[in-house]
């Protein structure tokens, strides 16, 4: 894996892949982008990778008239991106595996949607090899109905940093 780091507009890069990945008006989306937000130190096109794996999945798993809710904060030179879905969640039981290769997210008896199981693992893989962690919360929400999931992506502001990791700060 070859990486091209380098400083990374977080606010329109986070606004491009939403827009590609969700269709304009096909879902309500809360935005919570800290102002003023400094350049992210990772490789554009796995950090956008990695961005559009957790969309892609909030949005399948989350009812249609759902929010998913998009947030970006800096805390100790590291970067924070948050992806929270008002799915199903993710039950405590599946959730150690749930970024091993080819697992898939069952529901009861059967697994829930199509698919290799390979993308959770991917960006896992990716946010580490760049510095940086892949978080997972279930329930996001206390709404038994919608419990819902958070990822966030914690990687590191500068090259410093992302020297230092700020897996290890975490």
């Known amino acids: 894996l070859t990486l091209n780091l380098g400083p ?92 091993d290769r080819f697992h898939r997210q069952e529901h009861g008896d059967t697994v829930s949607t199509r698919g290799w199981g390979l993308g959770l693992h991917f960006a896992k893989a990716l946010t580490k090899a760049q510095g940086g962690k892949l978080t997972l919360t279930s329930p996001a929400h206390a709404n038994p109905a919608a419990p819902g999931a958070c990822f966030t992506i914690i990687l590191p502001l500068t090259e410093e940093i992302g020297r230092a990791s700020c897996r290890e700060r975490v």
């Open 8 to 99: 990374i507009a977080v606010r329109p890069l986070l606004e491009r892949v939403t827009a590609a990945v969700i269709p304009e008006d096909s879902r309500p989306l809360h935005w919570q982008i800290e102002p003023d937000l400094p350049p992210l130190w990772a490789d554009e096109i796995y950090f956008e990778g990695i961005v559009r794996n957790l969309l892609t999945n909030a949005d399948k798993y989350t009812q249609a008239q759902l929010p998913i809710d998009i947030a970006a904060y800096v805390d100790e030179q590291c970067l924070h991106v948050s992806i929270t879905d008002y799915g199903p969640g993710i039950p405590l039981a599946q959730q150690a595996q749930l970024f």
